[in-house]
Structures are given as C-alpha cells and as structure tokens.
C-alpha cells in the first residue's frame, strides 16, 4: 500500500455526488455497546396493532421484560424504523468512469436486511414451481430501498445473490441458469407422495399373495416394510441435519451485519425446531448429537439477530386423498379395509399438516418472526414479513443470573399498557460467547471453501477480514471511490505474482486498484513532532482489504495491509480538499470474479466496504482503453 501524490485529483469522480447523499449516516445502527462486566442479552420486539400494523413511538418505560420469571432491568432501549423514500425523491448517483464504483448509498441505509431462502431439500418439486414464481412476482414489486439477499437450499447451503436494493438484479439471479434454482426435488427428501407409493407397492404385494401368501413371503413383506420405514427415518433424520447446518452456516455468515436479519424461508416443510421439547428430540435417531447441533443452530441465531419468517410453498392446504381421481390402497376400491386404508391416508396427511403449522409456528415464535401458511399469495405474505421485521424495539438488559451453564432461559416482554401483539425470541442458551465463537462445522456442509479459509489463516489478525465476505451489503460508515482496471501494460510472464494466494495458478490479469476515502470519515490524531521537523504531523491508520471470488464462492486470491499516515500540513491540507488516496496491485483470473474491498479505520473500528462484479468483457475493454487517472 502505499500513497500516490499523483491519484489526488481522482476524487472528483466519487466527492461530486450529492451532498445529501454524503450526508447521510455512515451505515444501520450498530449493536449497543455496554460497558460492563456482565453479559448483556438483546432482545428486538416487533409491536403491531390487530390489523399487523406497527406500534410506534413507544419509551421505554412502556416494557417489562423478564428473564425466567425475574423482571430485569432495561440498560438500553432504541427504536428502529424503516426508512423509505418515493420513487420520484430518490437520487441517482452521477454516471461513474469505467472503472470506477463508489459504496456511496442511493437511498438511505435501514437497520433490517431481508434474507430469500429457496428451500428445495424439504419441498415437493410442484410446490417449488409455485414458490419460485411467487417469489418472482414478490420481488418485481418489491418496494424501493428494500435490502435482500438470495440463498439456495438443496444437499448444501448455495450462495445465490448478495445483499442489494436492486430486484431487478435479485430476479435476474433467480433466473440465471447456472445459480441452478430450479423446481427439482432432492433426492434427501422422502415424501408423503413417497410414502403413499411404498404404501401402495406394499398393499399391491400383499393383494396380489392373497390366500395363497405363506409364512415366507408374509415375513419376507414385513422385512421389506420395515426397511422402507428405516430408510425413512434415516433420510428424515440426516434431512434435519443437513438443514441445521445450512441454517447455522447462513447465521454466521449474517453475524457481521448489523441490524436485525429477517429470514424469509420458503419452503413446503419444515423439520427443525430451534429450542425444542425432550419428546421432539427423541423423534430423531440420535437425540444427543442432534441436539448440540440444535443447540448451536439456536446459538448462532440468537447472536446474529436472526428473525425467522416461515413462509410454505404449498399454498392452500387442501385435501386429495378423498378425491376420486386418487387411487386408494389395496385394490384401489374404497370398500372394507381399502375404504379404511383411504380414511388412514386422510389422518395420515392432515396430522401431517398439523406438524408442519405447529413447527412453522415454533420457528417464529422463537426467533422472534412471523409464520405464513395456507395462503396462495406468497408474493404479499413476503411483503408482509418484510413490512413486520423493518419496524421494532431493541432493548438490552444485564441478567440477574450470570451464570454461563448452558441452559435454556425464557424471556417475556410485556406492554405496560395498550393491547398489541409483540413478537420476539423467547428465549435463548446461556453459553459462553467465546465457546460458541470457536465452534467449528459437523461437516453436513462444504459451502465454506478451502480457498477462503486460507484467506482467513492468512489474514487472521485483520479486522477488516470478516466484513469481506462474498455477497455481504456494503458497508458505508466509511465512503470511498474506487478505481478497479487492468494494468497496461501487463507485466511479464515471469514477474511474481500479486496477492496472497500462494496457490494461485492459471492465467490471470493484474489490476490496479485506486481508493479515494472521504477523509472526514477517519480520524485523525495530532501527532507530536519529530526531531528535526519542527511542525504538527497528522497521524492516523487505514487497514486496506481485497479478496477475490470466484462464481462459486471460492476465493481466489486476495491482499490488504496496513496504512499508517503521519502527514505533514501541506499534505494533510491537500486530503481534506480530495481524499485520502491508497493503492494495491492483485492478479485475477480471467474469468467471472466478484472482488470485496474494504477499509477500516484503527482509530474508531469503522467500516467501508464495496462489491464489485468483474467480468471478462469488461476487463478486455479496460485493458485497450485504461483511461487516466490523472
């Protein structure tokens, strides 16, 4: 990194936005932070009226919380409201150069962000064909401003689009092919229709044996039943796993952004349960692994502020195995046992229905969302989540318990008047944070790739490190513009390469990489002279960051380092009319990659950061006109 007295005239590329737009606050409400030995517990409330609109203007005098039972004092107390602007007050930013992107934002910054889960491990394949559309239908009339995010879940957790406002762009990636987000049901998933056609395989056999069935076959057809029924045990069981982990995984991946997460899950089952009872722990083959996996889930939730919103893909529940057209067991006559094999079918799937509103209902009530079922209008039940987890109160108390034992604590939060409804996580683990911190995957999921966790060891030490993951929002407590082309001229074949990767391979393009940050962003400190110069230096300290990603998630290479200033007045003078200029030089593949950078300011922990997608078209048009940066 270095200081480049010639790049001080870029900034008039990134300082001539709006002043209302530079004005604007640096990013969403941080975690309150509370200066004391005692671990302190947050809890977000959303309070709406009987039609599901938002209570505002409350104090904090208007809650009581309890923890176990106890009334627990209030340490903090804020209210977050959603912040929009029309269509016709909101203000484009001026056409950038090629080249040059600024995280500079065009409306201004929420304290929610909104999570799109596509959940195809646990969906019917014609359930996923309506859920995909109504979530297409939802995002082409997605109210401006609105922050999302598009994951994928089918053998593992898929990364599919990073936080944005754009839906247009959140459409496109639903679209895009190679994001693979297609009505196809997993092979993991065995259905009630599955269960229906082992039923009936089983039924027909025993038909077609009749009164000529011996001890032999009788027992050869009980053998086979209950190797079916294991096989589905076994696939159910390693289903919920498989969810837990990607739930724990998307936590993780939220814990860095500030705000409450609204996680709208779609999906037509729904098998986990966040804190769940001893009976529904021993429905799973091995209660005692399932249930630390659980418990982590439950943890990393709890700490990433993450609301859940279950929203079912199969629309309006209704009942077929009565129907003529459905074939019944047995013979497929709905008389003597057929007719009663058709009633059992009809419990069978209504109690089915019961458990998946029951869980639906669990899961939001725990975290602190709302469930949506048995409606055909996913698109405004999205838009509903969306509308109830953009408006809440967080409020913050010390325990009166301190002990850290690991159980489960139940919180209430009352109203000391009104009659409203309040949602919020009812409880949480009493776990040591830093215990849950180094809690590594059960391996369920390979999402996190090897390249990225060399990238973490290599940069272990760098704060900047956590906020430069592949699709996580800009963050604008800290602006910049930069400038993103390919050298020109390369350098040659022989030249080592630029970056961190030590197993970088393949051909790649050197980029220049140019940072103009608004200065008034990062502290200064007077520093006191040093012999011999005889005037005030002005000290401070940057933390630069870049990785590169590849379609897939995996990162590819990446650099940073650290930025110490101490400037002299002419110097420091000439920054606060440009900018603070930094410089890095990275190889990059030739093909689609996402590059991450990031500024963070030592001084006081802020940060900027900004996505930026580079494609092989772009980069060849960079490389015959590089423009000036003079």
């Not at 990162?555 to 200029?581: C, F, H």
Request: proline share 6%; glycine share 8%.
């Amino acid at each position: 990194m270095r200081l480049p007295s010639s790049f001080f005239c870029l900034p008039a590329l990134f300082l001539c936005c709006s002043a209302s737009l530079l004005s604007q606050p640096g990013s969403a409400s941080q975690a309150p932070l509370i200066k004391t030995n005692a671990r302190a517990v947050v809890v977000d409330v959303v309070v709406t009226r009987g039609n599901d609109e938002p209570v505002t203007g409350l104090s904090r005098q208007s809650f009581h919380v309890s923890e176990d039972g106890k009334l627990q004092a209030i340490d903090y107390f804020e209210e977050h409201t959603s912040k929009e602007l029309p269509l016709d007050k909101l203000q484009p930013l001026p056409t950038m150069p090629p080249g040059v992107y600024t995280n500079v934002p065009t409306v201004p910054p929420t304290d929610a962000v909104n999570v799109i889960l596509l959940d195809t491990l646990n969906s019917e394949g014609q359930d996923l064909s309506y859920g995909r559309a109504q979530v297409l239908e939802f995002l082409r009339t997605m109210k401006p401003g609105t922050r999302a995010a598009i994951f994928l879940l089918n053998d593992k957790l898929n990364f599919v689009q990073g936080f944005t406002a754009d839906n247009a762009l959140l459409a496109q990636a639903i679209n895009d092919t190679r994001n693979k987000v297609t009505p196809a049901k997993s092979s993991q998933f065995y259905s009630s229709s599955d269960a229906a056609d082992d039923a009936e395989a089983i039924a027909m056999l025993t038909s077609m044996m009749g009164s000529f069935a011996t001890a032999g076959g009788t027992a050869g057809i009980a053998t086979m039943s209950s190797a079916l029924g294991e096989s589905a045990s076994f696939q159910y069981s390693r289903r919920v796993a498989m969810t837990l982990e990607s739930l724990s995984y998307l936590a993780r991946y939220l814990g860095n952004v500030p705000g409450r997460k609204n996680l709208l899950w779609f999906s037509g089952n729904f098998p986990v349960n966040i804190f769940p009872s001893p009976q529904q722990l021993a429905s799973l083959n091995d209660s005692r692994v399932y249930e630390s996996q659980i418990h982590r889930t439950a943890d990393l939730l709890t700490a990433g502020k993450v609301a859940v919103y279950p929203i079912c893909i199969q629309g309006m529940m209704v009942e077929h195995s009565m129907e003529a057209n459905v074939a019944g067991t047995g013979s497929g006559l709905a008389t003597g046992s057929s007719a009663m094999g058709d009633m059992g079918s009809y419990s069978q799937d209504a109690n089915e229905r019961a458990d998946n509103i029951f869980a639906m209902n669990e899961l939001a009530a725990d975290t602190g969302g709302h469930a949506f079922y048995n409606t055909n209008d996913l698109a405004t039940a999205a838009d509903h989540a969306i509308r109830d987890g953009s408006h809440y109160y967080t409020l913050v108390y010390a325990p009166t318990n301190p002990k850290m034992d690991g159980k489960f604590r139940s919180i209430g939060v009352m109203l000391s008047s009104g009659h409203y409804k309040l949602s919020y996580r009812r409880g949480y683990n009493a776990d040591d944070p830093a215990k849950l911190a180094a809690t590594g995957s059960t391996g369920f999921l390979s999402a996190a790739a090897s390249g990225e966790k060399q990238a973490a060891s290599t940069v272990s030490n760098d704060p900047l490190r956590p906020m430069l993951i592949h699709g996580l929002p800009s963050s604008t407590q800290i602006l910049y513009g930069v400038r993103v082309v390919p050298m020109n001229p390369q350098p040659a074949s022989y030249t080592p390469r630029a970056g961190q990767n030590p197993a970088s391979i393949g051909p790649v393009t050197r980029y220049s990489i140019d940072f103009m940050i608004r200065w008034t962003d990062v502290k200064f400190d007077v520093d006191p002279a040093t012999p011999g110069h005889g005037q005030t230096l002005q000290h401070g300290k940057l933390q630069i960051g870049l990785i590169a990603y590849a379609r897939d998630g995996h990162a590819v290479n990446w650099t940073g380092g650290t930025q110490e200033m101490r400037l002299q007045p002419d110097v420091y003078a000439s920054i606060q009319k440009s900018g603070i200029p930094a410089h890095a030089e990275i190889d990059l593949p030739t093909t689609e990659v996402n590059l991450m950078t990031g500024i963070y300011d030592w001084a006081t922990g802020k940060v900027g950061t900004l996505e930026i997608p580079l494609h092989p078209a772009t980069v060849s048009a960079s490389v015959q006109s590089p423009g000036n940066i003079n």
